[in-house]
């Protein structure tokens, strides 16, 4: 039986590292796609097809997906694990500015990678797309704004998409709460990952109904399941995975 076809969007970022680790496991062969800094900073593990990325830039997007169509032909799963967070404020203090970067790098790219995504997913088996929201995107939080809009936009075209493909590709959102990787200190391939994390891990862990804050594998196996046939008759849907701390 052969392989099936995962491309994973941030794939060298925590939760991305953990999921391309996981692929082969779970029968896939797996492409990474990421900023050349993270590239170069996390390499991809062998066998696995990495190809440089800018999501918000069309050009870019066009070019990485032709590389994947080149490589495989089509694809029965793609994740879109990409995001950034800009510093905390106020969105009466936010710059336009950082407005408009913060909601470029997460819900521009959603649209770009997604819409090029489904033209490979089309042409798959039993194909599922999965994006990486935020319970942000519902639980609003003070001065989060424009990474919450721009996350429940996410959520919004996720559904739309789904409506759009069915039956032949399913789409459906995983919305973490905060997740104990560098996107936390300023994200991978756009810092050190070395600096102060935008939350306090310690109050988060202790008020979290579970105990503690969440690790990329926490988000893994849901992720797994939506790509896989145990989700068959899943889509538009979004899993809220946060140890309890937000239950809609």
């Not at 008020?207 to 893994?220: F, K, L």
């Not at 992720?223 to 068959?232: I, K, R, T």
Request: aromatic share 6%.
């Amino acid at each position: 039986m052969s392989k099936r076809r995962l491309c994973i969007l941030g794939g060298c970022g925590g939760i991305g590292r953990s999921l391309a680790a996981a692929g082969p496991a779970a029968g896939y062969d797996v492409a990474v796609m990421d900023l050349e800094a993270a590239l170069k900073r996390h390499p991809p593990p062998p066998g696995t097809l990495a190809i440089g990325i800018d999501g918000s830039d069309e050009a870019s997007v066009v070019q990485a997906f032709e590389a994947v169509r080149k490589h495989w032909g089509a694809l029965d799963g793609f994740v879109n694990a990409a995001g950034f967070m800009i510093a905390r404020r106020p969105l009466s203090e936010t710059p336009a500015d950082e407005f408009d970067s913060t909601t470029k790098g997460n819900l521009r790219t959603t649209f770009l990678v997604c819409k090029a995504a489904m033209k490979l997913l089309e042409k798959g088996e039993a194909a599922s797309l999965v994006n990486l929201a935020s319970g942000l995107g519902a639980y609003i939080r003070p001065q989060f704004g424009p990474y919450a809009a721009a996350k429940a936009g996410m959520i919004a075209l996720t559904k739309t998409f789904a409506l759009e493909h069915a039956p032949r590709v399913r789409a459906n959102a995983v919305a973490p709460g905060p997740v104990d990787t560098a996107f936390l200190r300023g994200g991978t391939g756009r810092s050190k990952e070395e600096g102060a994390s935008t939350i306090d891990v310690a109050t988060y862990a202790a008020i979290n109904p579970m105990g503690r804050i969440a690790t990329p594998e926490d988000i893994v196996g849901p992720v797994m399941f939506l790509l896989g046939p145990g989700s068959a008759y899943m889509t538009g849907q979004t899993l809220w995975v946060n140890g309890g701390a937000y239950m809609p």
